[in-house]
């Protein structure tokens, strides 16, 4: 069994998801919808959300959000049958990250086997004393509607670190691998059910 979870870092881009569709179950977030629709799709922020209840990503994939916030989902008040919050679909919020979630929810469903994780490329910015990195913000979407602008400095990822080292910790037997992603946690080179490959390593995987 396999599953693929998209986030939105630079190193997928040029890659063709359509791809993943006959060898498993995808999970995406955030705009990605714009481009392609995942099985599963996730969005936190009000201006994500209000987008892609307007724009129907709920119609092609299932879709949770953090909020059912009421000025997104009043006027449209079918997408509030169909999309959960993230409180319904595990029990609780677990106050993840949207691709963090996402990568929560592919590893409930599977339970074994493997995820494999595209677009998960963090930044330099990984501990609260590095303030004074200032790379430029790494994702596809960035300069577009409901992202920061192209010239904006990366995000501290220190915390979607610490959710993914949770992940990984709690389901010993799915055997994850981060595709194409240059930036290696020194706390994720301890686990043996989590890999770092290339895309052709990854495309052979798929053959």
Known sequence: MRSFVIANGTS?????????????????????????SPDYIGAIDRPMVD????????????????HKYPASFNP??????????????????????TGQTMLDLASKH???GEIYLLGFDLTEYIDQSQRNIRNKIDNIYAGTDGYAPLDAVEKYSGKWIDEMTRIFSLNEKIKYYRVGARIIPVVWKTFNNLKHINYDEFMEKLK
Not at 14 to 34: E, M, Q, S, V, W
Not at 60 to 65: A, G, R, T, Y
């Open 12 to 36: 997928r881009s040029g890659f063709d998801l359509n791809i993943l569709k006959p060898f498993g179950k995808t999970y995406g977030c955030n705009a990605l919808y714009r481009d392609f």
């Open 76 to 97: 449209f008040p079918r997408a509030k049958l169909y999309v959960k919050t993230f409180e319904e679909t595990f029990g609780k919020d677990k106050h993840y990250d």
């Open 51 to 66: 987008e892609m209840v307007r724009e129907g990503a709920w119609q092609n994939s299932e879709m949770i959000v953090k």
């Open 110 to 112: 599977l339970e074994e």
